[in-house]
T-cell receptor
Framework: DVKVTQSSRYLVKRTGEKVFLECVQD?????MFWYRQDPGLGLRLIYF???????EKGDIPEGYSVSREKKERFSLILESASTNQTSMYLC???????????FGPGTRLTVT | GQSLEQPSEVTAVEGAIVQINCTYQ??????LSWYQQHDGGAPTFLSY????GLEETGRFSSFLSRSDSYGYLLLQELQMKDSASYFC????????????FGKGTTLSVSS
């Protein structure tokens, strides 16, 4: 079974802090993704990566950066957290040529 | 821009059949996926349609019409455990890797 794990289920940070969200997958998938999920807005793509050290912006990359130094790990970085980044963050991975994305359990981030 | 439209809420009773529609306006459309998400859980993959027509997987079926930019998820013999949010998603990236999700349909199944 594919397993996607995220470093924290719940996180509380203060405005202006640098925040790291970590995601690890154990199925050697090429593609990894970061989404945020907000009520009424569905899942919105922040960044994705199709290979080590490669990244592509999604629909809402502003205020975020990512890092993929190893194939199994994809990190989302909030350089200076703001209250409008309070959200559920979901990581996913996908191995080509499969169509299926496997999601982690999510990190609920609260920025106060 | 890229967008997928689906109803926000659907209600039904156990044993019934429900259809969740999804219309899309996207460039570089590759195929339509469906995901299920229970409250507090992660989205899980249900189905994918690359070609026009109906794909059946047990009680769930998914349909795609490229000419109409339209698809639907059909859930039969509804059970209480089917109460969840359902998202349609479009494979839109040139590399065929990234998904754009609709805002989701909350299905409530009552006894």
């Amino acid at each position: 079974d594919v397993k996607v794990t995220q470093s924290s289920r719940y996180l509380v940070k203060r405005t202006g802090e640098k925040v790291f969200l970590e995601c690890v997958q154990d199925m050697d998938h090429e593609n990894m993704f970061w989404y945020r999920q907000d009520p009424g807005l569905g899942l919105r793509l922040i960044y994705f990566s199709y290979d080590v050290k490669m990244k592509e912006k999604g629909d809402i990359p502003e205020g975020y950066s990512v890092s993929r130094e190893k194939k199994e790990r994809f990190s989302l970085i909030l350089e200076s957290a703001s209250t409008n980044q309070t959200s559920m963050y979901l990581c996913a991975s996908r191995g080509m040529p499969s169509y299926e994305q496997y999601f982690g359990p999510g990190t609920r981030l609260t920025v106060t | 821009g890229q967008s997928l439209e689906q109803p926000s809420e659907v209600t039904a009773v156990e044993g019934a059949i429900v259809q969740i529609n999804c219309t899309y306006q996207t460039s570089g459309f590759y195929g339509l996926s469906w995901y299920q998400q229970h409250d507090g859980g992660a989205p899980t993959f249900l189905s994918y349609n690359a070609l026009d027509g109906l794909e059946e997987t047990g009680r769930f079926s998914s349909f795609l019409s490229r000419s109409d930019s339209y698809g639907y998820l059909l859930l039969q013999e509804l059970q209480m455990k089917d109460s969840a949010s359902y998202f349609c998603a479009d494979d839109h990236n040139q590399a065929g890797t990234a998904l754009i999700f609709g805002k989701g349909t909350t299905l409530s199944v009552s006894s």
